[in-house]
């Protein structure tokens, strides 16, 4: 008795915690934004200037969410790995990007180098992917969940430190595309070239991985095979070969986002893959881990919020530098969006037996 009254006085004490939680992010949410709007501080092309930077930064996010997204959908594991994946994707442009920028071609012919550069990535991200499923996750394939999970965490530190012993702990600095440079004046504001360019290119990849996953039969044995491995087996599906193909195009759309993140920040460094691998797994819960389109929408969601977040919310009520915060406000957020709606905005697809 006293065991089971002890339960109930925690439960109650966690639940009165969390809305008390809940309420105090509420409250200074609405009152931030009361006291910013009223001061006036930011102009309306400023807003636009945030904005315009959260869709960049967040489809970013988007690109390297997918990746995660699609392989707990088959597989029902985080491949902790994949934020290295985006790093090395990054290497590979950067190493193209530089070598054409020394020779004068990318100047010359921006818009092939650029596409060049992000294929390689691409390229390279996919191959550093499936050794990584290969080696790391295919042999573990029937293991208890934990035992990929740990995998995962290993083959993580092995290659960021694989990439250091190899370019060293130093910042590589990307070439910059003079053709990108500056702005242009859309509806009378001025943006950001590189800004436009990464969000353009980021949607037409997330379109194009739409597509492949919703309108074409290799798509559509793809989403047999996280509903059942087994029943898709039985109807004469490769499932080794569509886990495959899975880990390598959602690693090519992390080595994208890795070209085009450095292009964004200018540098690429060994660990440049944590904080943006963390985020994207932000952005996948944040949208429904497992949904295809909940991580597209997570990561928008996740950029735009730390990018308009501090100013909106913190600036008025006189918190200094509220910039630095950026990071606090993405994950409360996440923990906000976990406690009203616990599967993610667009809701995690599970799978559903009936008897």
Do not use: C
Not at 98 to 112: C, E, I, Y
Not at 159 to 180: D, E, H, K, M
Not at 314 to 320: E, N, Q, R
Request: hydrophobic share 55%; proline share 3%; net charge positive.
């Amino acid at each position: 008795m006293r065991t089971t009254l002890t339960e109930k006085v925690g439960e109650v004490a966690v639940a009165v915690f969390l809305w008390g939680f809940r309420i105090l992010v509420v409250s200074v949410v609405v009152i931030g934004t009361i006291l910013t709007i009223r001061a006036g501080k930011y102009t309306g092309v400023q807003w636009m200037d945030f904005v315009v930077f959260g869709i960049a930064r967040g489809s970013i996010y988007a690109l390297i969410a997918l990746g995660y997204t699609m392989v707990y959908g088959i597989m029902r594991m985080i491949n902790f790995a994949h934020s290295e994946v985006f790093m090395s994707g990054a290497f590979g442009g950067y190493f193209l990007a530089n070598a054409m920028s020394q020779s004068g071609f990318l100047d010359k012919n921006p818009v092939v180098g650029l596409i060049a550069a992000v294929l390689v990535g691409m390229l390279v991200s996919a191959g550093v992917a499936l050794l990584v499923e290969r080696i790391a996750y295919r042999p573990l394939r029937n293991a208890p969940r934990l035992v990929p999970l740990i995998s995962a965490i290993g083959a993580s530190f092995f290659l960021q430190y694989t990439f250091r012993g190899f370019f060293g702990p130093g910042i590589y600095a990307y070439p910059s595309i003079n053709v990108l440079s500056g702005e242009w004046n859309i509806l009378g504001v001025g943006i950001l070239k590189m800004q436009v360019v990464v969000a353009v290119a980021a949607f037409i990849m997330m379109a194009v991985l739409y597509t492949i996953v919703m309108r074409t039969k290799i798509g559509k044995a793809m989403r047999a095979v996280s509903e059942s491995k087994d029943v898709a087996a039985l109807m004469g599906i490769d499932v080794n070969r569509i886990i495959v193909f899975t880990f390598g195009i959602g690693a090519s759309m992390a080595g994208a986002a890795g070209v085009l993140y450095a292009l964004m920040f200018r540098q690429v460094n060994f660990f440049m893959g944590f904080v943006p691998g963390i985020k994207a797994f932000t952005a996948a819960v944040l949208g429904g881990i497992g949904n295809v389109p909940g991580a597209m929408v997570g990561g928008l969601v996740l950029g735009i919020f730390e990018s308009v977040g501090p100013a909106l919310f913190l600036d008025g009520l006189g918190i200094p530098r509220p910039y630095q915060l950026q990071d606090a406000i993405a994950y409360i957020m996440l923990v906000m969006v976990l406690l009203f709606r616990p599967s993610g905005i667009l809701g995690e697809r599970l799978t559903t037996k009936k008897a």
